[in-house]
């Protein structure tokens, strides 16, 4: 079958051992940019390269997770590789092995049966888990990228195909999502932030008694938070620090960080800062997205 993918510019399709990590695979794909579909199976393929050709953009990155039940899928299965690929199709195949120590380790912990157990047929979960190995071998000789998860955690294995797109030169619309929310201790501390800082150490426009029904949104209230020395060195040092930050936490795979900056109530000096903060960071770090969230300013 000849299949025009003119809107797919990568297909990354993940294939492998069950109880590898395929799902843990295809969410952190998904997390990376890609329209990932989990446990398509093998016979509605064709059915979804005719799709894709006349699909929108939102497929152009897209990684499917395929049910190989059987010998004559996985024969099915490299034959559509090696038709895609003379097709010019950037199509990479990720496997995920794992040994079989480990794999009845997870079966076990989880008392999920396996998914290709025959019953009279397999006298043990090793023996299902040596045929499903046998099955797709000929497949893992052929992948592009092969990820032994016998001693993995989830986030060794994200971070390990972040590294695997950057090395197909895949450019994704994965991108650090940080939001500076503001808040007012009086109030509670919020519960949902990554990192968290105090502010009260700075001059308090709440003392002042033309600023105070304003907010930090206000350029007089900002004004006058931001012009302080001590502000400014408070600045340079949390704008090096997060510079630092960001990209280790972008690396190891985090999609959102929520960044707290509290003070007394809410109203003027997070507010200020916040907002002065995500202006700032959003001017280093272009490919990171940037918001700002004022819980408490109108309390």
């Known amino acids: 079958m000849s299949s025009d993918l003119s809107e797919i510019k990568t297909l990354v399709l993940v294939v492998g051992l069950s109880g590898a990590g395929k799902s843990t695979a295809s969410r952190a794909l998904s997390d990376f940019g890609f329209h990932s579909i989990d446990n398509l199976p093998m016979g509605l393929f064709d059915e979804f390269l005719s799709f894709a050709s006349k699909s929108p953009k939102n497929l152009e990155h897209t990684c499917l997770l395929l049910d190989i039940g059987s010998q004559d899928e996985a024969s ?10 003379s097709e010019n199709t950037d199509v990479r195949v990720i496997f995920l092995d794992s040994d079989t120590d480990a794999i009845v380790r997870r079966y076990s912990e989880t008392r999920r049966p396996h998914p290709t157990f025959e019953s009279g047929t397999d006298s043990t979960l090793a023996a299902t888990i040596q045929r499903e190995r046998s099955r797709l071998q ?20 994200k971070r390990v195909l972040r590294e695997a797109i950057d090395t197909f030169q895949v450019q994704t619309t994965h991108q ?56 400014q060195q408070f600045l340079e040092y949390y704008c090096e620090l997060l ?30 800062l916040a907002v002065e903060l995500s202006s ?20």
């Open 280 to 299: 700032r960071m959003e001017s280093i770090h272009e490919n990171f997205l940037f918001s700002t969230t004022h819980r408490d300013a109108y309390r």
């Open 138 to 157: 000929p497949i893992k000789e052929k992948a592009h990228l092969v990820i032994d998860t016998s001693r993995t955690t989830v986030h060794d294995l």
């Open 176 to 231: 650090l999502r940080v939001n500076f929310l503001s808040f007012g201790f009086k109030y509670g501390a919020p519960r949902d932030c990554d990192l968290l800082v105090d502010v009260r150490f700075l001059s308090n426009p709440y003392f002042v008694e033309e600023l105070r029904p304003l907010t930090g949104m206000d350029a007089s209230v900002s004004n006058y938070v931001l012009s302080s020395e001590v502000a």
């Open 76 to 85: 099915d299965f490299l034959s559509r590789i090696e038709q895609l690929s």
């Open 243 to 272: 510079h630092f930050l960001l990209p280790q936490y972008a690396y190891e795979g985090k999609s959102y960080l929520n960044i707290g900056i509290g003070c007394t109530g809410g109203k003027h000096r997070s507010v200020a």
